[in-house]
Structures are given as C-alpha cells and as structure tokens.
C-alpha cells in the first residue's frame, strides 16, 4: 500500500487491484472518479468500513479516520 499525495485534494491508497479514495471536495472526486471510469472498471462503495484487513473506523465529529 502506498500513499500518494497530489496538491492536498485526495488521498489515494492504491494496492493491486483495490483504491481507497479520501476526499474533502464532492465535486473534484466526483471528476476524480468520472475521469478514472474511462480506462477502469469503478466501484463506488460509498463508505468502507475495511481495506487491505484494516478496519477503518470514521470520527465524524473529530473529522478523522
């Protein structure tokens, strides 16, 4: 798994076939997503709760992961 940083908008986790996508923006993932579909097969899961065996628990109120 490693961690790829753009301008501060997304943070991709990318391991073989499986991403994790974090965002802070709707609409630049929403394009994100959109731009990815052309050349991949996309499955938006919405909320995950797992990764890779890690179990992702979201803080909503402390904005954290």
Do not use: C, W
Not at 7 to 29: A, E, S
């Amino acid at each position: 798994m490693s961690p790829s940083y753009g301008n501060g908008d997304f943070i991709i986790l990318l391991y073989v076939d499986d991403m994790l996508i974090v965002r802070h923006d709707k609409f630049k993932f929403d394009k994100l997503k959109e731009e990815l579909s052309k050349s991949f097969a996309v499955k938006d899961l919405v909320s995950v709760t797992q990764i890779l065996g890690i179990e992702i628990s979201p803080d909503r109120k402390a904005r954290k992961l």
